[in-house]
């Protein structure tokens, strides 16, 4: 499932893309993280009550480009550390929501026959 327009144009103001020229990178991204969501949470789709991690996850990819596979990084004294799983923030949201850690599960009755 692909963003709406709406929603790559939010995408990009937050990143201060004013042209079309970063379309494909971000749909490149987008088609990413949304293939992420689902081998995470084993769904057929993303639903667009998890379009703001998508978008969010989107964003440190971009910020990242260039920098892909490194952990941190030192500049003249100025060091960034990068998150390596971009859906770390979101783990206790997918948790709950898809019972990944086992606390959505049903406990299993007993049924007794007599």
Request: aromatic fraction near 10%; hydrophobic fraction near 40%; charge should be negative.
């Amino acid at each position: 499932m692909l963003m709406t327009d709406a929603q790559l144009d939010r995408i990009k103001r937050r990143l201060g893309i004013v042209d079309a020229l970063q379309d494909d990178l971000i749909n490149d991204l987008i088609d990413d993280a949304h293939a992420q969501f689902m081998a995470i949470t084993n769904a057929d789709m993303v639903l667009p009550k998890y379009d703001f991690i998508i978008s969010e996850v989107v964003i440190l990819r971009y910020n990242r480009k260039g920098s892909e596979g490194m952990k941190s990084e030192t500049v003249d004294g100025y060091s960034v550390t990068y998150e390596t799983d971009d859906f770390n923030a979101y783990m206790w949201i997918l948790n709950k929501d898809f019972g990944l850690d086992g606390s959505n599960h049903r406990k299993q009755g007993v049924v007794k026959f007599i």
